[in-house]
């Protein structure tokens, strides 16, 4: 069994990287990462399962849908098949580096991992000590980044390395994209007051952020992507070797004033956010080449334990579908439906070239030609009403699959006939 070098990068999307965005050469902020790219196998159309950190990673490192178990915000579920434990039964010792809360311990995010490391600092939950390590954690900030930065991070990681045994399976998550976009340069307390207030500004007023604050915030985002990536490269060329299978991916982008919206916040759909970087890099194993059709995240642990050899621990179906057949003939993923999920109650259908966005709190229905339209700028619903009846059924019968509780079911609007109602009775949902 090889080695397994999984790399995510929060906030990453895919346009900021240079390869995939035609900024190649000196202009490129991911001379690194483009490297990977000419070297790999990479899919330009991947899109992440949702767009925050706690709806993307539980299907990301599962292969499952994040409605299958509704646990993005408690902590992942037992019953949710991990790449960790996977690895961890075959023998492989696992690891993982990050500096992310909503990816913590605390959300059980460490099953499976001989070591992990997610940095957050020992803490009383309640009292004076406690409320005086906020009023500490407040202050350092304005010092230090509110995250472990990719060199600090690096360290841990080498240091790690220099002792671990193989075959490994290692996870490491940079944050440094993450806002507030810290700029790398400058007096580190006036920026970071400075970055703070507009990424404050740009999550809560919005409507307010000039076009000057809005170039200010993207040029601050590359220079932390820059960062990254320069990092990020000093992982990569030391497991280069043909005895490591490296995967990079980004759990979600962020949008800079698309749709007026800034960052990430939730129940947000639209494919600036969701569209990702992804690429399989072996030497040896995994032919260089570009594939260009539609794929989700969904299928990254699949395509992982196919390209490993191993099955899913505990032994579950996965709801992705493997991506190494079509990479070892060279071929385009088959086209199919690809459903994207924010909460069981805005859901997303992708039926290429056409994107619905479900919200059945507000009855509100979107629908794209994202091949015609990849910014997402006409709503083509009016036009469309059988197009969006069509693919809000799909949305409804995958609520329906997921066993979506009772409420969610009548959210969407859905009614089951007898024979269903029968089967959810006895699932114990009507």
């Known amino acids: ?22 900024r190649t050469g000196p202009d490129s902020p991911t ?50 098949p991990l790449l960790s434990e996977a690895f961890a039964a075959a023998g492989a010792r696992t690891c993982a580096f990050n500096s992310n809360p909503y990816i913590s311990r605390h959300l059980n995010y460490h099953r499976g991992f001989s070591d992990f490391y997610d940095n957050l600092p020992a803490s009383p939950r309640s009292g004076f000590f406690h ?6 954690q407040k202050a350092r900030a304005l010092f230090v980044a509110p995250y472990v930065p990719a060199n600090q991070l690096n360290r841990q990681v080498f240091s790690w390395l220099d002792r671990a045994p193989r075959p490994f399976f290692l996870w490491v998550h940079y944050m440094d994209v993450h806002g507030p976009y ?43 992507v820059r960062f990254c990536d320069g ?43 969701l569209h990702v970087p ?22 990254l642990a699949p395509t992982i334990l196919d390209l490993a050899g191993l099955s899913p621990v505990p032994p579950a179906p996965l709801d992705g579908t493997s991506l190494a057949p079509g990479m070892a003939g060279g071929q385009n993923p088959t086209a199919r439906d690809m459903i994207h999920e924010s909460w069981t109650k805005v859901l997303a259908v992708r039926r290429h ?6 919200d059945f709190t507000k009855n509100r229905f979107e629908l794209y030609d994202t091949r015609n339209d990849p910014d997402e700028t006409t709503d083509l619903a009016p036009q469309r009403p059988d197009l969006v009846e069509e693919m809000t059924q799909t949305a409804r019968q995958h609520l329906l699959d997921v066993n979506a509780s009772a409420e969610d079911l009548e959210a969407a609007g859905y009614t089951p006939d007898s024979a269903v109602a029968i089967q959810l009775k006895s699932l114990g949902y009507l």
């Not at 992804?278 to 299928?299: C, I, K």
């Open 1 to 22: 069994m090889q080695n397994v070098l999984l790399i995510t990068i929060d906030s990453l999307r895919a346009d900021a990287v240079g390869a995939l965005s035609g």
């Open 31 to 80: 001379p690194s990462l483009d490297r990977l790219i000419a070297e790999g196998a990479v899919f330009t159309r991947a899109f992440s399962q949702g767009g925050t950190t706690q709806t993307s990673f539980p299907a990301l490192l599962s292969g499952q849908y994040l409605c299958r178990h509704r646990d993005a915000y408690k902590g992942l579920s037992a019953d949710r």
């Open 131 to 136: 409320r005086a390590n906020i009023a500490y």
């Open 182 to 224: 810290v700029p790398v340069s400058g007096f580190a307390p006036l920026s970071r007051l400075r970055a703070g207030f507009l990424w404050k500004k740009a999550n809560h007023r919005p409507a307010e952020v000039s076009g000057t604050e809005k170039q200010a915030l993207y040029a601050d985002y590359r220079d932390k």
């Open 231 to 273: 990092h990020a490269g000093e992982l990569l060329h030391r497991l280069a070797g043909p005895d490591t299978l490296t995967v990079l991916t980004a759990d979600h982008g962020d949008l800079f004033g698309e749709k007026g919206i800034f960052a990430h916040p939730p129940r947000v759909l639209y494919d600036k956010l």
């Open 278 to 299: 992804l690429v399989f890099h072996q030497p040896g194993t995994v032919s260089p080449a570009r594939y260009d059709a539609p794929v989700s995240l969904l299928s």
């Open 353 to 358: 070239p056409y994107k619905l966005i479900a």
